[in-house]
């Protein structure tokens, strides 16, 4: 299943600067969209979503954009910060049950 | 906070033996989900459940596997004949059904399942 992909598996990020974790999708039917963080032996956590009607969500240091054409959403965290560090999955689901479909991950460090 | 929990936190039987996962969702949830993540892979779909009946399933979930809510808060999933293969995490998840508030699902902490 290779409808998200996050084609960048690791990003190291200065404690303070922004990090930026991209996600490209391939089906067209998605129309929303997740963001979960994941640390070792936990079960992933929700952070932010969007719906495919709007391009921008913000809440707090957390930011999800969406460009519909190119099939393209971007997760923004500023400041980074140290317990950051962890998993980040993109997800996205179609009308229906709304079934996740995960992107591989991106590891995330920020250091200090 | 309400949140999933699942237990046990890890399993380890026997190729061939039967092993079922537990789940409590969030209480006032009404979609139901499993999914898995082998290691060093994607987390993966599984199958969906609502109003007591699957809703859709993965080209994994064969015959082998079988979910149940057998009350009104446990959500359960069956593997009847373990493989080697089967050895993944297994997360549960749940959603409210509530529209326009969104479509979030939440996780349990997964139960680690070791097939030897």
Same mark, same amino acid.
């Given at each position: 299943d290779q409808q998200v992909k996050q084609n960048s598996p690791s990003l190291s990020v200065q404690e303070g600067r922004i990090s930026i974790l991209n996600c490209d999708y391939?089906?067209?039917? +998605?129309?929303?969209? !997740?963001?979960?963080?994941?640390?070792?032996?936990e079960g992933p956590t929700f952070l932010i979503s969007i719906s495919s009607i709007k391009?921008?969500?913000?809440?707090?240091? +957390?930011?999800? +954009? !969406?460009?519909?054409?190119?099939?393209?959403l971007s997760l923004h965290i500023v400041p980074?910060?140290?317990?950051?560090?962890?998993?980040?999955?993109?997800?996205?689901s179609a009308?229906?049950?709304?079934? !996740?479909? +995960?992107?591989?991950?991106t590891t995330v460090t920020v250091r200090a | 906070e309400p949140e999933?929990?699942?237990?046990?936190?890890?399993?380890?039987?026997?190729m061939g033996q039967e092993v079922i996962l537990h789940c409590v969702p969030i209480s006032n949830h009404l979609y139901f989900y499993w999914y898995r993540q082998i290691l060093g892979q994607k987390v993966e779909f599984l199958v969906s459940f609502y109003n007591n009946e699957i809703s859709e399933k993965s080209e994994i979930f064969d015959d082998q596997f079988s979910v149940e809510r057998?009350? $009104?808060?446990?959500?359960?999933?069956?593997?009847?004949?373990?493989?080697?293969?089967?050895?993944?995490?297994?997360?549960?998840?749940?959603?409210?059904?509530? $529209?326009?508030? @969104?479509?979030?699902?939440?996780? @349990?902490? @997964?139960?680690?399942?070791?097939?030897?």
């Open positions: 391939t089906n067209s039917m +998605f129309d929303y969209f !997740l963001w979960y963080k994941k640390y070792p032996a391009d921008k969500n913000e809440d707090g240091r +957390f930011t999800v +954009f !969406l460009n519909k054409s190119a099939k393209h980074s910060q140290p317990g950051d560090s962890a998993v980040y999955f993109c997800a996205a009308p229906g049950d709304y079934k !996740l479909s +995960f992107g591989a991950g | 999933v929990t699942q237990t046990p936190s890890h399993q380890v039987t026997q057998p009350d $009104g808060s446990n959500f359960t999933l069956k593997i009847r004949s373990t493989k080697l293969e089967d050895s993944a995490m297994y997360f549960c998840a749940s959603r409210l059904d509530a $529209g326009a508030l @969104g479509y979030e699902q939440y996780f @349990g902490p @997964g139960t680690r399942l070791t097939v030897t």
